[in-house]
């Protein structure tokens, strides 16, 4: 066995003397003072805080994960929101803003149909009581869309069926139907054309382009396609069409006109250069989403009760608000324009004065090409590839 050194350091008179000390196994080196034993930080005299209490959230039951504000009152809360944490399961949300009795925290993008609120206050021992809550995912994916298909024109009936012109492994497959419930079905089937965009008439016909200058439509589920309509300028190229209250198709695309069909088969044309993605009506309105050089965004035209274009107008300036180009246009029953884009945040609403604002920032992944509204305020969009996503269909809870 060996002796190693023990050497104990003694505080003595203001100076350090060594006590050296064998023992044997290991050496230590120990430091001390006889000055005195250092202050505790603990303070037996200081109380604790309340623990905090929450008596109701709101929106009561549920909100969507990573938009909406959720509201907690109750007793107790730090007026300081840096000293209240809330917890939906075990997300930490952040507190916007703070009182005695009310915190407002943004609900965390963490989806799930059921967790539990909770709330602590820095200096009060204890969590609050715990509240059953549920968010619900701004969006989904739909259809089952797999990573070899590709998504062309969308378009729903009126009884919330969503129609997709579909490619598989870049070739044509037709036209398929999804049911609200997510289940595929054949409606045109085996086709040899990539249809664009799509629109069911009040006539029960389902109309159609594809990048050519004729329109098309089909009687129903397995019909083939009939010529409905020809633009007589034979470089025209058709990318997209809407369908007004008279049955009056408009149709568009990278042209120098836009055109209107009646339902007798008779074309206006109106003058207006640009790349044309989509048009929409609304009220006494032609909306058009293009792109005019380095331009893009959505011009208006005003229309005349024999359905005459006046001239156009910029309504919204997608370049200027986010650098993005248009490629979708919807709108809600209250009058709001849903524009689809390529930005990273790809939705943007604009209001009747033009004023846009991001649909849930921070919480799409992929840009938006086309739109088609569901039921019960759920609005489908097509989305583009990206290098972590495949192309697919997203349905959208909006709130109008």
Known sequence: MYNVLLYDYRCRAGRWSPLILA????????????????????????????DPV????????RALAGVDIVTLTGQNFSNEVTDNLVYFGDARADVVEASGTQLRVAAPNTPLPELEIRAAVIGAENFSNRVSYGLDPPFVKFGDVKDFED????TTDPAGNLYVSLLAFSLPVGIIRISAEGERSDYITPSTFVWVDMEFGADDYLYAVRSVRAIFRFAGSGASPEVFAVIPTSTVRLNTLTIDSDGRIWVAGDNT???????????NSYAFEADVRDIALFGNHLYVAGTQGDLSGVWRFGMDSN???????????VTTFNGATAYALEFSAAGQLLVGTDAADPVIVVDSEGTGQVLYPGVFEQSVRQFSWGLDLQLYAATSSTETADAGIIRITTRD
Do not use: K, N, Q
Request: hydrophobic content about 40%.
């Open 151 to 154: 998504i062309f024109g969308i």
């Open 257 to 267: 006109e836009i055109y209107s069909v009646t339902p007798d088969g008779d074309i």
């Open 23 to 50: 023992l044997p196994v290991c050496f230590v080196l120990l430091l001390g003072c006889d000055a005195g034993t250092a202050p505790s930080i603990y303070d037996p005299d200081r109380g604790s805080l309340p």
């Open 307 to 317: 359905h005459t274009l006046r001239e156009p107008e910029m309504f919204f300036d």
């Open 54 to 61: 929450i008596e109701s959230v709101a929106p009561e039951g």
